[in-house]
């Protein structure tokens, strides 16, 4: 079974700093572009970060343009993906969730990734 998992969430106060991780597990998407998504309570699920599937290339949304870093680890069986997420702000919270996708370029659209993870929780209090 295809899965990605991710780890790393939970609480942290205004400011304060969470690395997220996702792992795949069940195949390895080396040659797939990554990208992170979030949702909020009560709104869509939206873009986070991504990278593309060599790694050279990164791309944020607006809103987390120089506090969020996207980063990935391409070993033989295996891919990790991080998100360094620092100044965290209370508008930060939502499920985060993993994704792969098969344009190896990657995309900031939810309808061209493939696999996604269950998603992780991240709350931020002010």
């Known amino acids: 079974q295809v899965q990605l998992v991710e780890s790393g969430g939970g609480w942290v106060q205004a400011g304060g700093s969470l690395r997220l991780s996702c792992a795949d597990s069940?195949?390895?998407?080396?040659?797939?572009?990554m990208g992170w998504f979030r949702q909020a309570p009560g709104k869509e699920r939206e873009f986070v970060a991504g990278i593309n599937w060599r790694g050279e290339i990164t791309y944020y949304a607006d809103s987390v343009k120089g506090r969020f870093t996207i980063s990935r680890d391409n070993r033989k069986n295996t891919v990790t993906v991080h998100l360094q997420m620092n100044s965290l702000k209370p508008e930060d919270t939502a499920v985060y969730y993993c994704?792969?996708?098969?344009?190896?370029?990657?995309?900031?659209?939810?309808?061209?990734?493939?696999?996604w993870g269950q998603g992780i929780q991240v709350t931020v209090s002010s």
């Open positions: 069940g195949r390895t998407f080396g040659n797939y572009a």
């Open positions: 994704a792969a996708s098969s344009w190896s370029s990657g995309s900031r659209l939810s309808g061209e990734y493939d696999y």
